[in-house]
Each structure stands twice: as structure tokens, then as C-alpha cells.
């Protein structure tokens, strides 16, 4: 059993950053993917970002490429989001989720294990 806490969300101005981070405890950390995905009111769940096992590989989506960067410190069981440039539409619940495999994925269903997720609002 894997489980995910995320932390750092909050009300931002547009422009402004924000760093979430997910915390992992259960499971080895360092051999699984990590992912964070977004849910906006009355829209599905969206792939933001993943990283592979090792941390030697990263996968974006292209809304936020260029803006947002992935990280993971293996040694601290500890996934992050920075978040730069943010803006309106980058306001929803953040979820980070833990996938049973190395390499990264883009889809929800590829994911077992899911945080509780962290608000993230943009004010413009």
C-alpha cells in the first residue's frame, strides 16, 4: 500500500508560482513513476506532468510546458510541482498519484495509487 499526501496549494495572482510537493510513505518510493494530474469544477481529470523512477526522465503536457517543472528527491520520498507563470486556467484540485511501474505514463487508469489532491486557484 502506497500512501500520498500533497501539500502547498493556496490562492496565487496570475504570474505568481507555487510549489506543491507529495509526500509518499508505504512502498519503495524510488521504484515507481510519479504523476501529478488536475481536476477543474465540471471537467475530468488531466495529466500534468510525470517522472520516471529514477528521476532521469520527465513527461509534460503541453499546457504547462516551459511553466511547470517535475521533480523528486528519492531519499525524501518526496515528489514536486514548481509552478511558474501561472495562470487562470490553471486553477483546479492537483492530484499526485504513484504508478506500480518505472517508466511514466499520461493516463489516470495507468496510476494505483492517488493523493487526496491540493487546491490551486489563480487569480487574474
Known amino acids: 500500500q502506497v500512501q500520498l499526501v500533497e501539500s502547498g496549494g493556496g490562492l496565487v495572482q496570475a504570474g505568481g508560482s507555487l510549489r506543491l510537493s507529495c509526500a509518499a510513505s508505504?512502498?519503495?518510493?524510488?521504484?515507481?513513476?510519479m504523476g501529478w494530474f488536475r481536476q477543474a469544477p465540471g471537467k475530468g481529470r488531466e495529466f500534468v506532468a510525470a517522472i520516471r523512477a529514477s528521476g532521469g526522465s520527465t513527461n509534460y503536457a503541453d499546457s504547462v510546458k516551459g511553466r511547470f517543472t517535475i521533480s523528486r528527491d528519492n531519499a525524501k520520498n518526496t515528489v514536486y510541482l514548481q509552478m511558474n507563470s501561472l495562470k487562470a486556467e490553471d486553477t483546479a484540485v492537483y492530484y499526485c498519484?504513484?504508478?506500480?511501474?518505472?517508466?511514466?505514463?499520461?493516463?489516470?487508469?495507468?496510476?494505483?495509487?492517488w493523493g487526496q489532491g491540493t487546491q490551486v486557484t489563480v487569480s487574474s
Open positions: 508505504g512502498r519503495t518510493f524510488s521504484s515507481y513513476a
Open positions: 498519484a504513484a504508478r506500480l511501474r518505472a517508466v511514466v505514463a499520461v493516463t489516470p487508469q495507468a496510476y494505483a495509487y
